[in-house]
Antibody, heavy 121, light 108 residues
Framework: QVQLQESGPGLVKPSQTLSLTCTVS??????????WSWIRQHPGKGLEWIGY???????YYNPSLKSRVTISVDTSKNQFSLKLSSVTAADTAVYYC?????????????WGQGTMVTVSS | QSALTQPRSVSGSPGQSVTISCTGT?????????VSWYQQHPGKAPKLMIY???KRPSGVPDRFSGSKSGNTASLTISGLQAEDEADYYC????????FGTGTKVTVL
């Protein structure tokens, strides 16, 4: 059974770059057929899709965040990562990684547990 | 893209049915049959309940059903149970993903 686990610093200073990694277990990113996304949830608020990557490295980002987002994949480690630059307090949120694709094409069938990131000096 | 519009809260007694609406535009909900619904308990990750408007993943009770008419999608929970108390979010894929504003379901 595929599981996702986010990891990374829980505290980031304003203007710096937020970096998170999602480790996939129980399945291989390289097998294809799936899109690997980052989604965030501001405290007490709704969900916001950040972007996704395919195992080949193809990416698609939320237009509202595109200028600050980079998502990459490391198939050798079965991980994909998020970098969000020039962060402000508005980027404080729980960040989830999630899978969509085969069988559930445009729905997220598996989610990580989420990791809280606070932007503060 | 703007967030899809959901009622802030709905409530019902055990055994009753509740319906949550999710209103978008012809560019998202109305234009594609890629509406999904997620259940989120406090402090937990969202869980997929409905995909492609009305399909249920394996393991999701058939008390949960989805539908769509025009630019509005709906999630109905029949035979409401205590464990259904949670936040629910709709989502639509239209080139990129947009989520709903979220609805808190309270079981009275």
């Amino acid at each position: 059974q595929v599981q996702l686990q986010e990891s990374g610093p829980g505290l980031v200073k304003p203007s710096q770059t937020l970096s998170l990694t999602c480790t996939v277990s129980g399945g291989s990113i390289s097998s294809g057929g799936y899109y690997w996304s980052w989604i965030r949830q501001h405290p007490g608020k709704g969900l916001e899709w950040i972007g996704y990557i395919y195992y080949s490295g193809s990416t698609y980002y939320n237009p509202s965040l595109k200028s600050r987002v980079t998502i990459s994949v490391d198939t050798s480690k079965n991980q994909f990562s998020l970098k969000l630059s020039s962060v402000t307090a508005a980027d404080t949120a729980v960040y989830y990684c999630a899978r969509s694709g085969e069988g559930y094409l445009w729905a997220f069938d598996i989610w990580g547990q989420g990791t809280m990131v606070t932007v503060s000096s | 893209q703007s967030a899809l519009t959901q009622p802030r809260s709905v409530s019902g007694s055990p055994g009753q049915s509740v319906t949550i609406s999710c209103t978008g535009t012809s560019s998202d909900v109305g234009g594609y049959n890629y509406v999904s619904w997620y259940q989120q308990h406090p402090g937990k990750a969202p869980k997929l309940m409905i995909y492609d408007v009305s399909k249920r993943p394996s393991g999701v009770p058939d008390r949960f059903s989805g539908s769509k008419s025009g630019n509005t999608a709906s999630l109905t929970i029949s035979g409401l149970q205590a464990e259904d108390e949670a936040d629910y979010y709709c989502s639509s894929y239209a080139g990129s993903y947009v989520f709903g504003t979220g609805t808190k379901v309270t079981v009275l």
